[in-house]
Each structure stands twice: as structure tokens, then as C-alpha cells.
């Protein structure tokens, strides 16, 4: 099977970091995002990887090649301008044709997900994993106007959130947009068409980085 990395962001808000390189290639603890989701993607059984590449693109080819030092197949399919996350697997049509199904992930998460849970069953066209929200607050347990306990930064297992790694039916194309993000309307359609499947996943590692803060956490976490 082959996969699909949507690394085109800029990474605004990981500045200074990202002033001389793409988002994907910022390094936790010491090693880019990339080279972790491609090692994570290649222990369970990719053999073939199309990156979705704008700014920095140049960068990000010369780091990652053509995947040899992996082990792995990889290709790139190049934005000249922000095309959304629907726009740009679109763009990249060409490099999965004929494939019935394929996986899809943000490249700015770092997880340990196992992908080969994820599945499509009747006419799904897409599958979504989840996992449990994390609050980004503490919380406080109160009974009667008395505190009873704190509960720092909880997990939050009645809610749960999109972990920007989805399986996708090769017949999703023809419901993307030339410009677009699909999680703002080809999500929403599929759904109300219930042919949009989920997994839960608890009790694994799950980290986006977006900001500084999320890097130091990251890194404090990887380091122990």
C-alpha cells in the first residue's frame, strides 16, 4: 500500500525554526519529523510514499531523496502555491491512479498509531482515526462549592479529536477541490452520507507540533 504526507505547511508559528526549513523537517529530539513518520509508515508495510511538498520544497527533496536510505519508495508531488489539503492530494492524482486505497497523513505528527487497524467496509470513502483529547488545561473537581481534587492537563476519554491520519478510497478524487481543505467540506459531505468510517485509538503516543511549546514537549518527552 501506499501512503500520502501532507508536508507543504510553513510552520508560522515554529518560527525561528522553520526560517531556513520546511515544518516537516524540524527535529525532535534530534531528528527531523520526517525521517520519524517515514520509519513509522515503513514498520508497517509502506513501500511507496508521495510527499506533498510547497514551501521549501527544494530542502525537503534534498533531505529525503528518493528513499533509498529509508528503504522506502518515495515521491514528490510539488504545490507552487497553497492548494488546502484537498487541493493538494488532488494535485497529486497521478502518483496514486489505479490504487484502491492508500493512507494519508498530516507531516507534523509524531505517533505511533498502528495504521493496519484502519479500514473501509461497504461504500466508506474514507476512514479517520481518533484519539482522546487531551486537555490543554488543568482541570479542578469540585463537590458542593468544595475543591476536591486538580487534575493537570487530563485526557479527556469522552472526547475525542482527529488525528490527521486517515485511510482513503481511491475513489476520493472525484470529490476533491482544485483548492480546498477537505477536513472544511469533503469530510462534512462524506459524513452526511455516512460513508466515513472512524478508529479509536487509546493508549497511544500521539503528538502534533504546531508551536514552540509542542517542540519542547516533544523533545522532553522523546529525550526520557
Known amino acids: 500500500m501506499k ?5 507543504g505547511g510553513h510552520g508560522k508559528r515554529l ?15 534530534g531528528i527531523p519529523i520526517v525521517d520519524r513518520q517515514i520509519r513509522w509508515l515503513k514498520n508497517q508495510g ?3 510514499l508521495v510527499i506533498l511538498a510547497s514551501y521549501m520544497k527544494e530542502r525537503l527533496v534534498q533531505h529525503v531523496g ?7 519508495e518515495v515521491s514528490f508531488s510539488m504545490e507552487e502555491e497553497p492548494l488546502g489539503t484537498g487541493g493538494a492530494l488532488k494535485n497529486a492524482e497521478k502518483f496514486l491512479e489505479g490504487d484502491e486505497q492508500f493512507i494519508m497523513a498530516n507531516g ?11 479500514s473501509l467496509d461497504g461504500d466508506a470513502m474514507a476512514s479517520i482515526s481518533l484519539v482522546p483529547l487531551k486537555s490543554p488545561y488543568g482541570i479542578i ?3 458542593d ?14 472526547h475525542w ?7 482513503m478510497s481511491g475513489k476520493v478524487f472525484g470529490y476533491l477541490p482544485q483548492k480546498g481543505d477537505m477536513e472544511k467540506t469533503v469530510f462534512p459531505e462524506f459524513a452526511s452520507m455516512h460513508r466515513l468510517n472512524c478508529t479509536k485509538f487509546d493508549g497511544v503516543y500521539w503528538r502534533p507540533i504546531d508551536t514552540m511549546k509542542d517542540v519542547d514537549e516533544a523533545n522532553a518527552e522523546l529525550q526520557s
Open 108 to 118: 507534523d505528527i509524531i505517533t505511533d498509531i498502528d495504521i493496519r487497524r484502519l
Open 145 to 158: 462549592g468544595k475543591i476536591m481534587a486538580f487534575r493537570e492537563k487530563p485526557v479527556l476519554d469522552d
Open 15 to 29: 518560527r525561528p525554526l522553520t526560517n531556513d526549513r520546511p515544518k516537516a523537517m524540524v527535529e525532535i529530539a
Open 141 to 143: 473537581e469540585s463537590n
Open 66 to 72: 528518493d528513499g533509498s536510505r529509508f528503504g522506502i
Open 161 to 167: 479529536i482527529n488525528a490527521g491520519i486517515y485511510l
Open 46 to 48: 509502506i513501500e511507496s
Open 3 to 7: 501512503a500520502v504526507l501532507l508536508a
